[in-house]
T-cell receptor
Framework: DAKTTQPTSMDCAEGRAANLPCNHS???????VYWYRQIHSQGPQYIIH???NNETNEMASLIITEDRKSSTLILPHATLRDTAVYYC????????????FGTGTRLTIIP | NAGVTQTPKFQVLKTGQSMTLQCAQD?????MYWYRQDPGMGLRLIYY???????DKGEVPNGYNVSRLNKREFSLRLESAAPSQTSVYFC????????????FGAGTRLSVL
């Protein structure tokens, strides 16, 4: 049973903000929202995670709705190197927990 | 700092052959994982090791065995390879102190003929 729902694909113009949505309506109280990305033929790369407050780091911003049933990953100024598959995952914040990867959103940055 | 290193990068096997995929991390992480990724699919967990000396099955463990040799190394063995095991295999590690953040290797591309 899928714990997150993401669009299959999205396009974004280079230099614009890329906004990737994710629905996680069955998220539990102890689960965080994690985002990873996978550039073609490479291993996945951690981007950001959060519980209920908005988070920002050098790569992206994460906006989580107040009811925690959905979130949006924002890449503020997308570049061609941001073309990748982006995975939204909900999981507890313990170090030895498993991550369940769905099929993600394929983001293509258009020159 | 090499991070997570997987060997080999590519491998071709014949059906029934055996092989071991190697994974080593130099970040002193406690947890390690093996995933497989089939074309157009997300990653599926094969086995994981929460700490040295422990291993547990993931979503798709059949046909595989693992060994957590020490804190650094976590190997995946295919005893009798089958064409259905053609996939890209990724190893990952997790320090366990900053939440569920996993660091991935570059992958091993395995073809079973």
């Amino acid at each position: 049973d899928a714990k997150t729902t993401q669009p299959t694909s999205m396009d974004c113009a280079e230099g614009r903000a890329a906004n990737l949505p994710c629905n996680h309506s069955t998220i539990s109280g102890n689960e965080y929202v994690y985002w990873y990305r996978q550039i073609h033929s490479q291993g996945p790369q951690y981007i950001i995670h959060g519980l209920k407050n908005n988070e920002t780091n050098e790569m992206a911003s994460l906006i989580i709705t107040e009811d925690r049933k959905s979130s949006t990953l924002i890449l503020p100024h997308a570049t061609l190197r941001d073309t990748a598959v982006y995975y939204c995952i909900v999981a507890p914040n313990f170090g030895n927990e498993k991550l369940t990867f769905g099929t993600g959103t394929r983001l293509t940055i258009i020159p | 700092n090499a991070g997570v290193t997987q060997t080999p990068k590519f491998q071709v096997l014949k059906t029934g052959q055996s092989m071991t995929l190697q994974c080593a991390q130099d970040m002193n992480h406690n947890s390690m994982y093996w995933y497989r990724q089939d074309p157009g699919m997300g990653l599926r967990l094969i086995y994981y090791s929460a700490s040295e000396g422990t291993t547990d099955k993931g979503e798709v463990p059949n046909g595989y065995n693992v060994s957590r040799l020490n804190k650094r190394e976590f190997s995946l063995r295919l005893e009798s390879a089958a064409p259905s095991q053609t996939s890209v295999y990724f190893c990952a590690s997790n320090p366990g102190q900053r939440g569920n953040i996993q660091y991935f290797g570059a992958g091993t591309r395995l073809s079973v003929l």
